[in-house]
Structure formats: structure tokens, C-alpha cells
């Protein structure tokens, strides 16, 4: 059951014609900008399917046409990183390519494929007096995005919120400056073709102090999101005036049962470490069971050491060490740190018990595995691993709202309260009641 989806594109466009000719994104105050989205949120909160689909079409069709200057802008960006000392895990999540760019721009065509969640019906029922009762998704309205680095973040969060009915405020990193200042110009011409307000998307330029206005902006800004790493997200869930839905850190695991198949075991892990290391779903801990590790340990430090990744490993995992398979001693802070590089902590555990008590102790919450042919062992694995994601025999790089098929993802929320892993497009919204009657009134 769906609500009627409102005014189409040509009728939206008479609305907002005066809206491709405003000045360019970050010329205005906080308030300013926000009371900007405020207007375009409530067109878009009226917006049928087809509006809204056709702008992220035009919108993929504008970043295309505008690749090169995206990646000049992206070299200007890359290049301040690497002359500043800025690691290569960072430069990784800055640096565009025309491979990555091809990606943004496909994943709003593939969003514009999804169904529509504004205006399902979650559920209904009728009382005994005859009233209607109907519980139905509705935008947020103003949302802003913090986030840091990997300027795809703004067409995919330009993306989800356009298509769930959502204003979107951005506000990206200072390394990230001209990249998402061209992807947003891009995104805009898009939107304007449509006949969509231009303000749909807009950046959130200025000092750090004008993040600290985003945070402030209770009742202008409906729910903030904040995408990066963990001082940033813990810098806006402490200081955020604005609800915040919170986006977590990635102290991913992977736990190698002693029932489990080696070869796969291997395979999953170089998968899940080496894929792309720099991205919160990547396995930062590897655990191994004491009764497989003499078979597996030295053939995990060998690939891993030809995948030019550095171990981190407890005394256990050292005695497998060799000149060719290297291992650091591994400290506390190793095993509670997200690397998002080519470096792994690892440790033998007695036990699927004490491989648990590890990852309560140490993990985020993120995404959790376990590589195993026991079913008892999984089971226990699922049921009492606490994370927004629990994996059995997968690589943790599956933990993504494209894999799961959900088009672009906002981030992999790890809190408990509205959304829980990939946020994409029903995790944008939120509820309203209707209530119908046809003069019923309470006795």
C-alpha cells in the first residue's frame, strides 16, 4: 500500500525555476543554507517517484559530463594530501578515478530503480469503531552529513536522501575541498535540469566553526549523520544540538573456528584485509583457534606477507614467525585499533568463548565473522555477537548497502535506535500516523 506520490516533474518545475539561478553553495550562513533546504525539503516531500527519479538521472548524467573537471579538482586535492604527509590509507579514500567516478554516477541510476519508501504503508488495521489507523514512511526532511575524505560519499548521499524525500546539507573534509565542490556543482546543474530545486543538495563550505553551527542548528537541520573516523563521530554524537544517527568505527574480526575449511579461511581473509584496506568493513583482527593454528598460521602469515600486509601478532602467533613471514609484537592499542591500512593484529584463542570475549572487549560493533563448518559454533557465534552485522563463512567486505542490494549506502550505522548496519533508503525516512475516520469521536 503507497500514498499518492504527489506533483510530477513538469509541475514542479514551474515551482522552482527560481531555484537554478541562486548562488553558488557556501556564499551563506549555516541558517541560511538550512532555511534554503527547509523549502526544498517540503517540495520534495511532495515529489512523486517518477520526479525523482528522473533528477538522479540527470544528475548521473551531469557528474558524467563533468568527469574531467572532477578530476582535476580530485589531482588538486590528492596532491595537497601527499605533500602534506597525509597517509596512503587517507590519499586511497580521497583519490578519485575515472573508474570510481563511473561508480558514483551508477549508483544513482541504480537508486533510481529502487522502489520508492515514501509513502509505504508499514502497517494498518482498522478498530472496532470503524477508524483507519495507518503508520506510513515520510522524509526526515534537512539532513546534514559530516563526513571526511572520500568525496563519493557526496553523490551517494546526495543520492539516497534526494530519493527518499530529503534536503541534504554536506559537509565534507577540507582535504576533500575542490572534489566535492565540483561534484555538488554537477549535482546541482543536474537537479536544475530536472526541475528539481537546485537546493536539494547543497555543500557546507567554510572554517571548522562551521561545522559547530551544523551541530547547533536544532530545528533548522531534522538528524545529522556523521561518516568518518572515530574522533569525528564521537567529536558530533558529544557536541550535536541536532539528533544524531551514528555511524560507526570498523574494528572488524575475523574468528577462524576450529572447524573451519582452511582454504576458504584464507581466501576470505586476504579478501576481507587486503580488497580495499582502507574502508570500515575491512578485517582488522584476525582470531585463530590454538587446535588449527599450527596448519594455519604460518600459510596466513605467508600470504599475508606477499600481500604486503604487516602482522601485529600476540606471543602465540609469533613462535610461527620467519625472516620471509615477520611478525611485531602486538599490544593492547593494536587489537582496539582500525587500521585501514595493510597492517592486521592477529592472535590463537583457546576457544569460540574466549574468541567471543575478545570481540566484545575490542570490537565496535561494526562487522563480525566467523569461518567454521560447525553449525553449533556458528549459531553461538550469531546469537551472541553483538554488531550491526554478523557473518558466517563471507568476507566482511560484504557489509555494504550496494552489496546488499540497496543501492548507495549513507554508512553502516552502529548504534540501536532507528537504523542498524547499511542505512539506505527506508532508513532515511521516518513515520507518521494516519488516522481516518468518518466522524467517530472517543467516548
Known sequence: MTQDRGPSTSELAARTSCDSHQAPTGQ??????????????????????????NALHEMADAVDDAVRQILTANAEDVAAAEQGGTSEALVDRLRLTEERVAGMTAGLRSLAGLPDPVGDVVRGWTNPNGVQVRQVRVPLGVVGIIYEARPNVTAD???????????????????????????????????????????????????????DELMAARGQVDVLIPRGGAGLISHVVANSQVP?????????????????????????????????????????????????????????????????????????VAIHASPATPVVPATDEDFATEY??????????????????????????????????????????????????????????????????????????????????????????????????SGQTRA
Request: charged share 20%; hydrophobic share 45%; glycine share 8%.
Open 244 to 316: 544524531v544517527i551514528e555511524t560507526g568505527v570498523g574494528n572488524c574480526h575475523l574468528y577462524v573456528d576450529a572447524d573451519a575449511d582452511l582454504s576458504m579461511a584464507i581466501d576470505i581473509l586476504l579478501n576481507a584485509k587486503t580488497q580495499r584496506p582502507s574502508v570500515c568493513n575491512a578485517v582488522e583482527t584476525l582470531l585463530v583457534h590454538r587446535e588449527i593454528a599450527e596448519d594455519f598460521v604460518p600459510e596466513a602469515l605467508k600470504q599475508l606477507a606477499d600481500a604486503g600486509v604487516t602482522v601485529h601478532g600476540d606471543a602465540l
Open 28 to 53: 551563506h550562513t549555516v541558517s541560511e543554507q538550512a532555511a534554503r533546504a527547509r523549502r526544498a525539503a517540503r517540495i520534495l516531500a511532495r515529489a512523486n517517484r517518477g520526479a525523482k527519479d
Open 340 to 437: 585501514n591500512s595493510l597492517d592486521i593484529a592477529v592472535a590463537e584463542v583457546d576457544s569460540l568463548d574466549q574468541a567471543i570475549a575478545h570481540i566484545r572487549r575490542y570490537g565496535t560493533g561494526h562487522s563480525e565473522t566467523i569461518i567454521t563448518d560447525s553449525q553449533p559454533a556458528a549459531q553461538r557465534f550469531v546469537a551472541e555477537i553483538d554488531a550491526a552485522a554478523v557473518l558466517v563463512n563471507a568476507s566482511s567486505r560484504f557489509v555494504d548497502g550496494g552489496e546488499f542490494g540497496f543501492g548507495a549506502e549513507i554508512g553502516i550505522s552502529t548504534q540501536k535506535l532507528h537504523a542498524r548496519g547499511p542505512m539506505a533508503l527506508p532508513e532515511m525516512t521516518t513515520t507518521k500516523y494516519v488516522v481516518t475516520g
Open 157 to 211: 548521499a546526495a543520492g539516497i536522501c534526494l530519493k527518499s524525500g530529503n534536503a541534504a546539507l554536506l559537509r565534507g573534509s577540507s582535504s576533500a575541498t575542490h572534489s566535492n565542490a565540483a561534484i555538488t556543482e554537477a549535482l546541482r546543474r543536474g537537479l536544475t535540469q530536472a526541475g528539481l530545486p537546485a537546493d536539494s543538495v547543497q555543500l557546507v563550505r567554510g572554517p571548522r566553526s562551521v561545522t
